[in-house]
């Protein structure tokens, strides 16, 4: 699958609005911070696409189990310090994530 599409979709709903973003538009996210989006691309439109649901909460109950649960600041325990100080931008802007990857499945 060409993920590419996706990336640019979400780029363009998701970066403008992003506390990272430099003011000449850069992502200030590097070396050991990374945007969770960038990370976790394929995992995050597989994760879309297996859910039909007009319930954000139904995606982000599949987000937490395929893809949280692999990033390296989640907690055995399934809580994230990212998370839990609006500090995950993935988190914080997976609803426009999710509308950025539909919008690319409906055209």
């Given at each position: 699958m060409d993920y590419e599409p996706y990336r640019r979709a979400i780029s363009k709903k998701?970066?403008?609005?992003?506390?990272?973003?430099?003011e000449d538009g850069r992502c200030t996210l590097t070396g050991e911070e990374r945007c969770g989006v960038e990370l976790y691309l394929e995992k995050i439109v597989d994760v879309v696409h297996s859910i039909k649901s007009t319930n954000l909460a139904d995606y982000?109950?599949?987000?937490r189990k395929q893809v949280c649960s692999s990033c390296k600041n989640q907690n055995?325990?399934?809580?994230?310090?990212?998370?839990?100080?609006?500090?995950?931008?993935?988190?914080r802007y997976f609803a426009?994530?999710?509308?950025?990857?539909e919008e690319v499945d409906t055209r």
């Open positions: 998701v970066c403008g609005h992003c506390i990272d973003l430099a982000v109950q599949a987000l055995p325990d399934g809580t994230c310090r990212l998370r839990g100080e609006a500090d995950c931008g993935l988190d426009l994530v999710v509308e950025a990857i």
